[in-house]
């Protein structure tokens, strides 16, 4: 039961324009989501974060938006840069069931960013 | 700090070997986790510890894999007997965990796992 979903493994987008990266989650204890950027041959970095008690968070050129009715979140990148061309992944966790250390990540999306 | 640290970043192994993965925390953290990266099943947990004591081992996929965490700052994963179907990258993430805190868990370079 995969209770992340990033149900797009691809995008491409072209330089200077809008990259939206879309995840989905079933469990509703989940109150803390978090997205990670993957280069190959590396780990996964932190990207940005957002409690549930928020529905947006801004850094600088990434902003996440988070809509708890729905179980979605998203990311968004403007302006998108080639450098920003990586594997993202998404992830949960819940500070209700005490297990607040435990992500739950999803699959990843891969984004082209074209010069 | 130098992050989390992995070692070795590849190894190459014949099916039946032991095969040891080693981890260092970032100083100060308090959580380890280990996971395993395949295109399949993308990033799973496999275990994770708290102040050294393992929490949750639900993700172990079967008897032939242990970890342990004998002090704050080292780990090892270790596969006996290993399989070719354990061919995958085996990361390592820390965090430090406080009541109500985010969780970010800043994760190791990899070791990438082949058993031929």
């Known amino acids: 039961d995969q209770q992340v979903k990033q149900n797009s493994p691809s995008l491409s987008v072209q330089e200077g324009r809008i990259s939206i990266l879309n995840c989905d989650y079933t469990n509703s204890m989940f109150d803390y989501f978090l997205w990670y950027k993957k280069y190959p041959a590396e780990g996964p970095t932190f990207l940005i974060s957002?409690?549930?008690?928020?529905d947006k968070n801004e850094d600088g050129r990434f902003t996440v938006f988070l809509n708890k009715s729905a179980k979605h979140l998203s990311l968004h990148i403007v302006p998108s840069q080639p450098g920003d061309s990586a594997v993202y992944f998404c992830?949960?966790?819940?500070?209700?069931?005490?297990?607040?250390?435990?992500?739950?990540f999803g699959k990843g999306i891969t984004l082209s960013v074209r010069p | 700090d130098a992050g989390v640290i992995q070692s070795p970043r590849h190894e190459v192994t014949e099916m039946g070997q032991e095969v040891t993965l080693r981890c260092k925390p970032i100083s100060g953290h308090n959580s380890l986790f280990w996971y395993r990266q395949t295109m399949m099943r993308g990033l799973e947990l496999l275990i994770y510890?708290?102040?050294?004591?393992?929490?949750?081992d639900s993700g172990m996929p079967e008897d032939r894999f242990s970890a342990k965490m004998p002090n704050a700052s080292f780990s090892t994963l270790k596969i006996q007997p290993s399989e070719p179907r354990d061919s995958a990258v085996y990361f390592c993430?820390?965090?430090?965990?406080?009541?109500?805190?985010?969780?970010?868990?800043?994760f190791g370079a990899g070791t990438r796992l082949s058993v031929l």
């Open positions: 957002i409690s549930s008690i928020k």
């Open positions: 510890f708290n102040n050294n004591v393992p929490i949750d």
């Open positions: 992830a949960a966790s819940s500070h209700i069931t005490g297990a607040n250390s435990k992500l739950t």
């Open positions: 993430a820390s965090s430090l965990e406080y009541r109500g805190g985010g969780n970010i868990q800043y």
